[in-house]
Every structure is written in structure tokens, then in C-alpha cells.
């Protein structure tokens, strides 16, 4: 009878030496190209961020970016935050608006977008997805589908009387049902994108707009963060 | 009957038709049929995962001697998800609207039975130079592939190659090809045409070999 040939074991270190060996050559090819290719990831995102602004608001000539201190007050800051806010001001200036940063949860993952908000408008008037993995040819329509980004043009994100508050709610309706100004008109096919998104402005301008509204005029934007 | 000898050039052509990844060993399906979309987002999936293969493939037969036979997978793993992670960084440095075109798939070439397949049943049994021979060959097939299926989605559901329009505004898209499910029908159509000229060149062989 043939008996099968067993093959001699390796011992215990030669394993170790081996996983821990290669672990160790692994680590350093991704330090190697992590560092190699951070400045240029960096510059990427930055200019991706600046043509996105520019996109949102185009009248922007200069931006800063700013964040709720510790006292609770709007202040300028130099700080790499996941959200950034910045304040825009035009050619002459002028403070013309702020770009906020927004995330939430859609269908499939979360969704990243930049909206423009205009102080003299009182209202939503630029948006754009930075980052979505919503399905294609369905929950993606939000990002080119004509009707849904004329919501953006004007929509009214005014605060209450108080100031401490939007005065309406963002909201999506249903394709074709939207009557207010502050209401967006979804898409069907797309419904649960479209109310993730009419979820994530009104959080963040609920959040937001109210300290915005309050702090952003008296920002020096020349001073030192 | 003496066997005949495998060429440098057999290890490369192989991937590109005899042993195709996709349509004849039907390997790495899940980015072929998710990322094939639109012809770019497939040319840069199929130019990463060779860049995988070729470097792990490397990597894996130079370091075959050092591997021992029972931690030979946790051992591979590690090494491609090593590529992979590099691939990740340099799609980010290259282009940023790429790398959020390929989502989440670029992670996942770390879980393609391609690559892990060939690591095992070639580049661990061969030297580098045949090891990077055929994980040319084999990316380069499985490039051409994803191509093959992306142009076709691309046409038929958006109505362009490569971003530019081949049809006229009034051309009604057919959205279910960029939709997962036109993925398979892409993959179907083509694995008939490859099947089909396979069984007429297996037909030609047979009646030259009798003849």
C-alpha cells in the first residue's frame, strides 16, 4: 500500500521569522509611498476644495476658514477640520457669502457636499457633491439632474426671529409637489438620496447659519488665526 | 513524446487570450462587472490591478525561498494589500476625481482570486523574470477585458466613449447598462463571441490535426 509522503513541518521561528519579516518590508513600502505622495494628495484636495468653492459661489475672490471657539463665538482658524466653513469675499472685499461643508448618511454610504449660503439672500445658492457612492444611474441623477440642482439657485434658508434657527425647515417633497421656497423638489427614482440631502443642509444649516448670521460680519479677515 | 517548451513570450500571450482572467477563467468578477461602467473608470481599474499583479507577482517569486509553505497566504495577503495600499495613494496623487470614480473598489483589488491566484499557482513556483511575464500578460488581459466591457456599457448607457458623445442628444440611453446588471449582460455578450471563436479555432485544430 502506497502511504501518502509527509511533507517535514516547518518549525515555529522559520513562520514567525517569515510573517514578521514581510510585515516589517510591507510597512516600510507604505511609508515610502505615503510620504512620497503626501504633498501632492495635499495639493490635490486643496485645489479640488478652491475649484468647488469657485463652482458654489462664484463670485469668491478670497476665502478664510473659520470655527466655533471655545467661547462659543465665531473665530478664524488655520485648524484642518473634516467639515471646514469658510467665509467668501468678493473682488472689492466684501464679505458675499459662506461655503459650508456638509456630510450625512444616503442610500449606500455617506455623502459629502459643499453648499454656498448669500447673507444678503438669506438663502442656499450653490451646491455640490464632493463625495457619494450613491448607485449609478439612480441615487447619482442628484448630481446632474437639471430640476434637482435648480433647487440650489435660491432656496430659502432664512432664520427665525430669534435668530437661533432656520424659520422653515429644509425639506424634500415628492418630484413635481414642491410649492415653498424652502422646499426641495426630489427625484423619482431617487427619493432616498434626494431627502439625504434635504436632511443633511438643514442640519447643517440649523447648526450653522444661526452663528454664521451672528459672527461673520465682524471677522477680520487680515488677522492672524 | 517530448514536451514542448514554454517561451517567454507563451507566459505573456497566455493572459492576454489563451487563459484570459475574465472570459476564460472568469476570475476578478466583481470589479469587472462593478467598476466597467464607463470605459475610463475600467482602463484605470485594469491598469491598477496589473500594477498589483506585476509588483506582487514580483515580490511573491523573489521571495519564495524565504515563505514558508503554511503561512504562504497570510504571507501573499500581506504583500498585495501592501500594492494595493500603494495604488490607493498614487491614484489620490494623480487624480482626484478618478480615485472617487473607483470608490470603494480600489481597496477591494486586495480580495481579486485573480491576483491572489496567480501569486499562489505561478509567481510562487517560478523566477521573477516569468513571474512579471505573466503578470504582465494576465493584467494586460484582464485590462483589455474590463475595456471591452466598460466601451459597451458606456455606449449603450451613456451614450459616449471615453466621455465623448457618439450619439445625438436625442438618443434615449439605456440606464440598466450602467446599473450592476448591465455588467452581466456585457460580461454575457462577450463570453459568447470568445466562446464562439474559441470553439471554431478548437474545430480548425481538430480537422488540421486529422487531416
Same mark, same amino acid.
Given at each position: 500500500?502506497?502511504?501518502?509522503?509527509?511533507?517535514?513541518?516547518?518549525?515555529?521561528?522559520?513562520?514567525? *521569522?517569515?510573517? #514578521?519579516?514581510?510585515?516589517?518590508?510591507?510597512?516600510?513600502?507604505?511609508v515610502v509611498v505615503f510620504q512620497s505622495t503626501a504633498a501632492r494628495i495635499r495639493d490635490n484636495q486643496e485645489r479640488f476644495l478652491a475649484a468647488a468653492i469657485s463652482e458654489v459661489l462664484p463670485v469668491t475672490e478670497e476665502t478664510i476658514a473659520v470655527d466655533v471657539g471655545e467661547n462659543g463665538q465665531l473665530e478664524k482658524t488655520s485648524a484642518s477640520l473634516p467639515?471646514?466653513?469658510?467665509?467668501?469675499?468678493?473682488?472689492?472685499?466684501?464679505?458675499?457669502?459662506?461655503?459650508?461643508?456638509?456630510?450625512?448618511?444616503?442610500?449606500?454610504?455617506?455623502?459629502?457636499?459643499?453648499?454656498?449660503?448669500? =447673507?444678503?439672500?438669506?438663502?442656499?445658492?450653490?451646491?455640490?457633491?464632493?463625495?457619494?457612492?450613491?448607485?449609478?444611474?439612480?441615487?447619482? *441623477?442628484?448630481?446632474?439632474?437639471?430640476?434637482?440642482?435648480?433647487?440650489?439657485?435660491? +432656496?430659502?434658508?432664512?432664520? !427665525?426671529?430669534?435668530?437661533?434657527?432656520?424659520?422653515?425647515?429644509? #425639506?424634500?417633497?415628492?418630484?413635481?409637489?414642491?410649492?415653498?421656497?424652502?422646499?426641495?423638489?426630489?427625484?423619482?427614482?431617487?427619493?432616498?438620496? /434626494?431627502?439625504?440631502?434635504?436632511?443633511?443642509?438643514?442640519?447643517?444649516?440649523?447648526?450653522?447659519?444661526?452663528?454664521?448670521?451672528?459672527? %461673520?460680519?465682524?471677522?477680520?479677515?487680515?488677522?492672524?488665526? | 513524446?517530448?514536451?514542448?517548451?514554454?517561451?517567454?513570450?507563451?507566459?505573456?500571450?497566455?493572459?492576454?487570450?489563451?487563459? !484570459?482572467?475574465?472570459?476564460?477563467?472568469?476570475?476578478?468578477?466583481?470589479?469587472?462587472?462593478?467598476?466597467?461602467?464607463?470605459?475610463?473608470?475600467?482602463?484605470?481599474?485594469?491598469? %491598477?490591478?496589473? =500594477? #498589483?499583479?506585476?509588483?506582487?507577482?514580483? /515580490?511573491?517569486?523573489?521571495?519564495?525561498?524565504?515563505?514558508?509553505?503554511?503561512?504562504?497566504?497570510?504571507?501573499?495577503?500581506?504583500?498585495?494589500?501592501?500594492?494595493?495600499?500603494?495604488?490607493?495613494?498614487?491614484?489620490?496623487?494623480?487624480?482626484?476625481?478618478?480615485?472617487?470614480?473607483?470608490?470603494?473598489?480600489?481597496?477591494?483589488?486586495? #480580495? !481579486?482570486?485573480?491576483?491572489?491566484?496567480?501569486?499562489?499557482?505561478?509567481?510562487?513556483?517560478?523566477?521573477?523574470?516569468?513571474?512579471? +511575464?505573466?503578470?504582465?500578460?494576465?493584467?494586460?488581459?484582464?485590462?483589455?477585458?474590463?475595456?471591452?466591457?466598460?466601451?459597451?456599457?458606456?455606449?449603450?448607457? /451613456?451614450?459616449?466613449?471615453?466621455? =465623448?458623445?457618439?450619439?445625438?442628444?436625442?438618443?434615449?440611453?439605456?440606464?440598466?447598462?450602467?446599473?450592476?446588471?448591465?455588467?452581466?449582460?456585457?460580461?454575457?455578450?462577450?463570453?459568447?463571441?470568445? !466562446?464562439?471563436?474559441?470553439?471554431?479555432?478548437?474545430?480548425?485544430?481538430?480537422?488540421?490535426?486529422?487531416?
Amino acid at each position: 500500500m502506497n502511504t501518502p509522503e509527509l511533507q517535514p513541518q516547518t518549525s515555529a521561528m522559520s513562520m514567525y *521569522r517569515a510573517i #514578521v519579516g514581510i510585515g516589517a518590508m510591507c510597512a516600510l513600502v507604505i511609508v515610502v509611498v505615503f510620504q512620497s505622495t503626501a504633498a501632492r494628495i495635499r495639493d490635490n484636495q486643496e485645489r479640488f476644495l478652491a475649484a468647488a468653492i469657485s463652482e458654489v459661489l462664484p463670485v469668491t475672490e478670497e476665502t478664510i476658514a473659520v470655527d466655533v471657539g471655545e467661547n462659543g463665538q465665531l473665530e478664524k482658524t488655520s485648524a484642518s477640520l473634516p467639515l471646514p466653513v469658510f467665509l467668501a469675499y468678493g473682488s472689492n472685499g466684501d464679505l458675499v457669502g459662506a461655503v459650508l461643508t456638509a456630510e450625512g448618511m444616503g442610500y449606500q454610504d455617506n455623502i459629502r457636499v459643499l453648499y454656498a449660503y448669500s =447673507f444678503e439672500k438669506q438663502a442656499i445658492v450653490g451646491f455640490k457633491i464632493l463625495d457619494s457612492k450613491e448607485t449609478p444611474g439612480l441615487g447619482d *441623477r442628484v448630481e446632474i439632474e437639471p430640476h434637482f440642482i435648480a433647487n440650489f439657485e435660491a +432656496l430659502d434658508a432664512r432664520l !427665525n426671529s430669534s435668530g437661533d434657527a432656520l424659520n422653515n425647515a429644509i #425639506v424634500t417633497v415628492k418630484q413635481g409637489e414642491k410649492t415653498d421656497p424652502w422646499q426641495i423638489d426630489g427625484i423619482t427614482g431617487a427619493t432616498i438620496t /434626494s431627502e439625504a440631502l434635504g436632511n443633511i443642509l438643514n442640519d447643517s444649516a440649523n447648526g450653522w447659519l444661526p452663528i454664521l448670521e451672528r459672527d %461673520a460680519i465682524s471677522i477680520d479677515r487680515e488677522a492672524t488665526p | 513524446m517530448a514536451s514542448k517548451e514554454v517561451t517567454s513570450t507563451d507566459e505573456f500571450v497566455k493572459g492576454l487570450w489563451r487563459d !484570459n482572467p475574465v472570459f476564460v477563467q472568469v476570475l476578478g468578477m466583481c470589479p469587472a462587472l462593478a467598476v466597467s461602467n464607463t470605459a475610463m473608470n475600467a482602463l484605470a481599474m485594469g491598469l %491598477a490591478t496589473t =500594477f #498589483v499583479l506585476l509588483m506582487s507577482g514580483l /515580490s511573491v517569486s523573489l521571495l519564495r525561498g524565504f515563505i514558508p509553505r503554511e503561512a504562504r497566504i497570510v504571507c501573499y495577503i500581506c504583500i498585495i494589500a501592501t500594492f494595493v495600499t500603494s495604488v490607493d495613494y498614487l491614484i489620490m496623487a494623480l487624480s482626484l476625481e478618478l480615485h472617487r470614480a473607483l470608490g470603494a473598489f480600489i481597496a477591494l483589488i486586495v #480580495v !481579486n482570486c485573480l491576483i491572489l491566484g496567480r501569486a499562489e499557482a505561478f509567481a510562487s513556483k517560478n523566477k521573477p523574470g516569468r513571474a512579471l +511575464l505573466d503578470g504582465l500578460g494576465m493584467g494586460v488581459g484582464f485590462t483589455v477585458a474590463l475595456l471591452f466591457i466598460g466601451v459597451v456599457r458606456e455606449i449603450l448607457g /451613456s451614450g459616449s466613449i471615453f466621455g =465623448f458623445a457618439v450619439f445625438p442628444d436625442s438618443f434615449q440611453t439605456w440606464t440598466v447598462m450602467v446599473l450592476p446588471s448591465g455588467g452581466f449582460f456585457a460580461m454575457a455578450l462577450w463570453l459568447l463571441i470568445v !466562446n464562439r471563436i474559441k470553439k471554431k479555432e478548437a474545430e480548425t485544430e481538430k480537422a488540421e490535426a486529422t487531416a
